[in-house]
């Protein structure tokens, strides 16, 4: 240990076909994360150092301690046998006499005779009170501490000759029962291993769904455990956990099913930290296969995603990330986000607007009222950088979350000498045409066939143009084609067109109301009001939100969008995960990393834009820049990946390494409907006002995300959604948006047929 860093000399380490060697590190290498393979035991490696650990001595004794476990449950309504607890001075248990649900704790005087019939007398009233006086077994399970006895009584299906318990193991929820003689106490070192599916058919129950139920009810369980267990360490103090970076990240948990009737009860037998990672790893067979698909699939790919968050989060601790461009209120829960950071990573912040309400949660901030004028990015480039060196400031990294500043920031970080994409790649990525044309380019250079950026027929998709001859030959019909803004954002100007004359009077109609950027902030007018005219391509819209270090792929995220409003091109609805077959999802994201690495995007995190068409996938866009609107939420809500700080990490030069690039499982299911004035400006006002989406978000009955402010009931003919109404399951995405549409019409915001949501969400059957 070097002051409060914990170094690692010489270890065994392991290679992914299972080699080991033994490495010796010089200098020595930091530890980020310490799992030590015995919580049980004293040991205090960890208490002095800063380094993040799973799990202490001091833990280990905490939750190895079976009353103060039940005692803590009970509180939170979750089943323990019913428990009597004599404690008999001197002792060192600090429990307060009484009783908690089935645990009742008694305080005992010292005394030979007179300890005894005490003891007697509160076990029979104790059985009294339980009605179990006489005919069930009363069972001495463990000495707590000297003298302190701890009675417990097993309610167990009296016809059974062989019970049965199950193990869990979180974050990883691998479950293994443990199949024993009924006289005897259950344990994991005295007991066989199979699966559930097996014991219950043992037990006589042939119902194949009854294992998928029970799977179900016992994971439920488990993971309220886990709550407790993480909301009982929140109140903990350092010296309390083990050390400043000690937490329970791992824990095994014991129950049983007890039946009363025609009712089958979990009951909680105790939580083990020891034992978990021994009860993740069983032989197939005997863990999840008796459990649905949902499950089954969530256990796999997740056991390390706790640890090596905490080790990235800790290699981040004291990093500094300028970030240019504080965005509109759509990027608020950026900023509500990065707040959860400032004890860990630095925050710079430069903005046009000196009274941006994201000024005063970042640690310094540099207003440029003339950023908007991207003409300028050269100048502004010199500023920032002046105002760096003079503040004696010096970043980590650079990023942007902003599209209108995508281009500025790879000019920063260029002169800097910080990681990112060269301001060529950005460029590239930024004009929607020259993203087209140059893979286009490439494809034809080379002959890689990166994305689908040709029509069947040959003809480049980036650049529609209606020639004379074609027009006269098809009556002044062509098409149908899709006009957009350059550098537009948001889909603000998007229009399907069916003839030249069509493409003519919406140029003129953009050209005439969206001319600069104070026409309407934030879709790109910075960079001027060009318009590009491109093939409609059909099939079904799809975002992937990759993470890219050094042109590797990290992570992919892919999420399914609804139908556009048509002519329009601004979104109705969303789900995640992709219901597409999984090889269709690999083609997107293959497609995605393809087009961004062709674009010279090789460090950052990235929202590609595709269409699954029936030769496959084909690009519409790529955004250099963080996904927006909902993705970055439901991610980290199903995934635990918070790509914010996946991008603050690429930036700085960490990588952000998930255990599966492209395969983590889902914890559930979004379904998301977007809020538009234009349809919804009454129920706004009335049943779904924001106000009561706030107070429905808070509750839990819905997922919020606000895209603009309340000022902002305006209805205009170039819109943006003013929120996104979401709802998550926990098992199916079919659950997910029923449950959205009965929501909706309580809301007022199923409004057919001028915004049929039934119609929307029904694409993603």
Same mark, same amino acid.
């Given at each position: 240990?070097?002051?409060?860093?914990?170094?690692?000399?010489?270890?065994?380490?392991?290679?992914?076909?299972?080699?080991?060697? #033994?490495?010796?590190?010089?200098?020595?290498?930091?530890?980020?994360?310490?799992?030590?393979?015995?919580?049980?035991?004293?040991?205090?490696?960890?208490?002095?150092?800063?380094?993040?650990?799973?799990? /202490?001595?001091?833990?280990?004794?905490?939750?190895? @301690?079976?009353?103060?476990?039940?005692?803590?449950?009970?509180?939170?309504?979750?089943?323990?046998?019913?428990?009597?607890?004599?404690?008999?001075?001197?002792?060192?248990?600090?429990?307060?006499?009484?009783?908690?649900?089935?645990?009742?704790?008694?305080?005992?005087?010292?005394? %030979?005779?007179?300890?005894?019939?005490?003891?007697?007398?509160?076990?029979? $009233?104790?059985?009294?009170?339980? @009605?179990?006086?006489?005919?069930?077994?009363?069972?001495?399970?463990?000495?707590?501490?000297?003298?302190?006895?701890?009675?417990?009584?097993?309610?167990?299906?009296?016809?059974?000759?062989?019970?049965?318990?199950?193990?869990?193991?979180?974050?990883?929820?691998?479950?293994?029962?443990?199949?024993?003689?009924?006289?005897?106490?259950?344990?994991?070192?005295?007991?066989?291993?199979?699966?559930?599916?097996?014991?219950?058919?043992?037990?006589?129950?042939?119902?194949?769904?009854?294992?998928?139920?029970?799977?179900?009810?016992?994971?439920? $369980?488990?993971?309220?455990?886990?709550?407790?267990?993480?909301?009982?360490?929140?109140?903990?103090?350092?010296?309390?956990?083990?050390? %400043?970076?000690?937490?329970?990240?791992?824990?095994?948990? &014991?129950?049983?099913?007890?039946?009363?009737?025609?009712?089958?009860?979990?009951?909680? #037998?105790?939580?083990?930290?020891?034992?978990?990672?021994?009860?993740?790893?069983?032989?197939?067979?005997?863990?999840?296969?008796?459990?649905?698909?949902?499950?089954?699939?969530?256990?796999?790919? $997740?056991?390390?995603?706790?640890? #090596?968050?905490?080790?990235?989060?800790?290699?981040?601790?004291?990093?500094?990330?300028?970030?240019?461009?504080?965005?509109?209120?759509?990027?608020?829960?950026?900023?509500?986000?990065?707040?959860?950071?400032?004890?860990?990573?630095?925050?710079?912040?430069? &903005?046009? &607007?000196?009274?941006?309400?994201?000024?005063?949660?970042?640690?310094?901030?540099?207003?440029?009222?003339?950023?908007?004028?991207?003409?300028?990015?050269?100048?502004?480039?010199?500023?920032?950088?002046?105002?760096?060196?003079?503040?004696?400031?010096?970043?980590?990294?650079?990023?942007?979350?902003?599209?209108?500043?995508?281009?500025?920031?790879?000019?920063?970080?260029?002169?800097?000498?910080?990681?990112?994409?060269?301001?060529?790649?950005?460029?590239?990525?930024?004009?929607?045409?020259?993203?087209?044309?140059?893979?286009?380019?490439?494809?034809?250079?080379?002959?890689?066939?990166?994305?689908?950026?040709?029509?069947?027929?040959?003809?480049?998709?980036?650049?529609?143009?209606?020639?004379?001859?074609?027009?006269?030959? /098809?009556?002044?019909?062509?098409?149908?084609?899709?006009?957009?803004?350059?550098?537009?954002?948001?889909?603000?100007?998007?229009?399907?067109?069916?003839?030249?004359?069509?493409?003519?009077?919406?140029?003129?109609?953009?050209?005439?109301?969206?001319?600069?950027?104070?026409?309407?902030?934030?879709?790109g007018l910075g960079w001027g009001n060009a318009m590009i005219l491109m093939e409609y391509v059909g099939g079904t819209e799809h975002d992937v939100d990759v993470v890219l270090f050094e042109g590797r792929l990290e992570g992919a995220f892919v999420s399914d969008n609804g139908p556009t409003r048509t002519p329009a091109f601004t979104e109705t609805a969303a789900?995640?995960?992709?219901?597409?077959?999984?090889?269709?999802? %690999?083609?997107?994201?293959?497609?995605?990393?393809?087009?961004?690495?062709?674009?010279?995007?090789?460090?950052?995190?990235?929202?590609?834009?595709?269409?699954?068409?029936?030769?496959?996938?084909?690009?519409?866009?790529? @955004?250099?820049?963080?996904?927006?609107?909902?993705?970055?939420?439901?991610?980290?809500?199903?995934?635990?990946?918070?790509?914010?700080?996946?991008?603050?990490?690429?930036?700085?030069?960490?990588?952000?390494?998930?255990?599966?690039?492209? %395969?983590?499982?889902?914890?559930?299911?979004?379904?998301?409907?977007?809020?538009?004035?234009?349809?919804?400006?009454?129920?706004?006002?009335?049943?779904?006002?924001?106000?009561?989406?706030?107070?429905?978000?808070?509750?839990?009955?819905?997922?919020?995300?606000?895209?603009?402010?309340?000022?902002?009931?305006?209805?205009?003919?170039?819109?943006?959604?003013?929120?996104?109404?979401?709802?998550?399951?926990?098992?199916?995405? $079919?659950?997910?948006?029923?449950?959205?549409?009965?929501?909706?019409?309580?809301?007022?915001?199923?409004?057919?047929?001028?915004?049929? #949501?039934?119609?929307?969400?029904?694409?993603? @059957?």
């Amino acid at each position: 240990r070097s002051s409060s860093s914990l170094l690692v000399h010489k270890a065994v380490t392991f290679d992914l076909g299972g080699r080991t060697f #033994l490495s010796n590190f010089n200098p020595p290498r930091r530890v980020t994360y310490f799992l030590s393979s015995d919580p049980w035991a004293k040991e205090e490696m960890t208490r002095e150092t800063d380094c993040p650990s799973g799990g /202490s001595g001091a833990l280990g004794q905490f939750w190895g @301690n079976v009353l103060t476990t039940r005692v803590l449950l009970q509180k939170a309504k979750i089943h323990c046998p019913p428990t009597l607890a004599l404690l008999l001075p001197p002792g060192q248990m600090r429990l307060e006499e009484g009783r908690t649900g089935g645990v009742e704790v008694v305080h005992l005087e010292m005394g %030979a005779e007179e300890g005894m019939n005490s003891v007697r007398n509160k076990v029979d $009233t104790f059985l009294e009170s339980e @009605n179990m006086r006489g005919s069930e077994r009363v069972c001495p399970v463990c000495q707590i501490l000297e003298l302190n006895c701890l009675f417990e009584i097993n309610d167990l299906i009296p016809n059974f000759s062989s019970i049965f318990f199950l193990s869990l193991s979180l974050p990883l929820p691998q479950l293994v029962c443990r199949v024993g003689v009924s006289d005897d106490p259950l344990s994991h070192s005295h007991s066989l291993s199979q699966s559930l599916e097996t014991t219950l058919l043992e037990c006589g129950f042939t119902d194949p769904t009854m294992a998928k139920s029970l799977c179900r009810l016992a994971l439920d $369980t488990a993971l309220s455990c886990l709550c407790v267990v993480m909301e009982t360490e929140s109140s903990m103090s350092a010296e309390q956990r083990g050390g %400043a970076g000690a937490q329970t990240d791992m824990i095994g948990v &014991d129950l049983l099913f007890t039946m009363d009737g025609s009712i089958i009860r979990p009951v909680i #037998l105790g939580l083990h930290p020891s034992l978990c990672l021994h009860s993740s790893f069983q032989e197939r067979g005997m863990g999840m296969e008796g459990c649905d698909s949902g499950i089954e699939e969530w256990s796999r790919g $997740t056991l390390l995603l706790t640890p #090596l968050t905490r080790s990235q989060y800790h290699l981040m601790q004291g990093k500094t990330v300028l970030v240019v461009g504080a965005g509109g209120h759509s990027k608020k829960f950026i900023w509500k986000t990065a707040k959860q950071y400032k004890l860990k990573v630095n925050i710079l912040l430069v &903005d046009s &607007d000196p009274a941006h309400f994201a000024s005063q949660l970042v640690d310094h901030f540099l207003p440029l009222p003339d950023l908007p004028d991207h003409r300028r990015d050269d100048q502004h480039c010199s500023r920032i950088c002046d105002w760096l060196l003079s503040s004696s400031l010096h970043p980590d990294g650079c990023v942007c979350f902003w599209d209108e500043c995508v281009v500025l920031t790879s000019l920063v970080c260029d002169r800097l000498g910080l990681r990112g994409p060269p301001p060529e790649a950005i460029r590239i990525a930024k004009e929607k045409s020259r993203t087209h044309r140059h893979l286009l380019g490439l494809l034809k250079s080379t002959g890689t066939n990166l994305i689908s950026v040709e029509q069947p027929s040959g003809q480049p998709d980036s650049l529609v143009e209606f020639r004379e001859d074609e027009r006269r030959a /098809s009556g002044g019909e062509g098409g149908p084609a899709v006009m957009k803004l350059e550098y537009g954002a948001g889909a603000v100007g998007v229009r399907k067109v069916g003839s030249l004359e069509e493409s003519l009077a919406h140029f003129e109609r953009i050209s005439g109301d969206l001319r600069e950027e104070t026409d309407y902030p934030g879709i790109g007018l910075g960079w001027g009001n060009a318009m590009i005219l491109m093939e409609y391509v059909g099939g079904t819209e799809h975002d992937v939100d990759v993470v890219l270090f050094e042109g590797r792929l990290e992570g992919a995220f892919v999420s399914d969008n609804g139908p556009t409003r048509t002519p329009a091109f601004t979104e109705t609805a969303a789900q995640m995960p992709s219901g597409l077959a999984p090889d269709k999802r %690999a083609q997107l994201i293959r497609a995605a990393h393809h087009a961004c690495l062709g674009c010279g995007l090789r460090d950052g995190v990235f929202n590609v834009e595709l269409k699954m068409t029936e030769v496959g996938p084909r690009l519409i866009e790529i @955004n250099a820049r963080m996904g927006g609107f909902y993705l970055c939420d439901w991610i980290r809500q199903l995934y635990g990946v918070d790509l914010l700080m996946a991008a603050f990490m690429v930036s700085c030069g960490v990588r952000p390494c998930l255990p599966s690039a492209t %395969a983590l499982p889902a914890r559930g299911h979004f379904a998301g409907v977007m809020v538009v004035v234009s349809r919804h400006l009454q129920a706004l006002r009335t049943t779904a006002s924001p106000e009561r989406l706030r107070g429905l978000h808070q509750e839990g009955a819905l997922w919020l995300n606000e895209l603009a402010e309340e000022d902002e009931l305006i209805s205009g003919e170039y819109e943006e959604p003013f929120c996104n109404v979401g709802v998550r399951d926990a098992h199916n995405a $079919t659950n997910a948006r029923q449950r959205l549409l009965a929501l909706c019409q309580g809301l007022g915001l199923h409004c057919p047929p001028r915004y049929d #949501l039934g119609y929307f969400l029904s694409h993603f @059957n």
